[in-house]
């Protein structure tokens, strides 16, 4: 007989983390994810819920101190509906919008999709990208987590079992320019096959080159030899063929039910050109 999780359903910080302490929890932002482990069929279900939902502190959009701060909270609807987001972090907007359907986003969370750690969530290529900062919290305090050390393993983060993602921190670069692309089974509510954001500045040669996959390995990756061969380089035919030579030198992607190694190693370079000749 299938027997729901007890739920902590906490009103404050304080209480939450005190949940965390006195035993394991499953923190719960949106739970369209959830919903599908309970069940049972993505491994077992969790002992114990903690219901985040209550929790307003963790929701909203602001900039400060030379940052867009986005709350663990906050939906992908209300992130596709900002001005500030898309006036800074239009990858973001981008990524969101390709996460199911109008329901999904309506009730999901960028929380949610970080700490999922799924190395196909869309989001989590635009944060490493834009060298975002995961802010956590707990009862020693809150600590800032760099996104390209978050997601160490598969499925897995820096965090402690008694903290909490509390905001994401992406920092506002002037004339930074910024792209995301997505290869899925089909145009909308898909997972991903292959997902690909990029940063990177213009002065012209391309400067502050940041270019992230997601899907091709256990975690989301920065592909640090494509970013090396453009960085300094003029945004020639030639420069964006070291980058895509590069690429497919240092990648090394995974087999499952998606798609092959081999499909995801060919549209990796497609795109990965693709989007750099659009930038030239």
Known sequence: MHVEPPVGSPRSLEEAYGLLASAPHRPLAGGTDMLVQLTGELGPAPERVLDLWRLDELRGIRVEGG??????????????RSEACAAHAPTLVAAV???????????????????????????????????AVLVAGGPRGERSIPAVGFWPAYRSTALAPDELLLRVRIPIVDGRRQAFRKVGTRRAQAISKVVLAAAWRRDPAWRDVRIAFGSVAATPIRATAAEAALEGAPPTAASIDRAVAA???????????????????????????RLLEDAS
């Open 97 to 131: 919008a390709t996460i199911g359907a109008a329901q999904i986003q309506n009730r999901g969370t960028i929380g949610g999709n970080v700490m999922n750690a799924s190395p196909a969530g869309d989001t989590l290529p635009v944060l490493l990208a834009l060298d």
């Open 67 to 80: 940052a867009l701060e986005v709350g663990a909270l906050t939906t992908h609807a209300q992130i596709r």
């Open 247 to 273: 690429l497919l030198a240092e990648l090394r992607p995974i087999d499952d039910v998606r798609s092959t190694a081999a499909y995801r190693l060919e549209v990796s370079g497609r795109i990965l050109r």
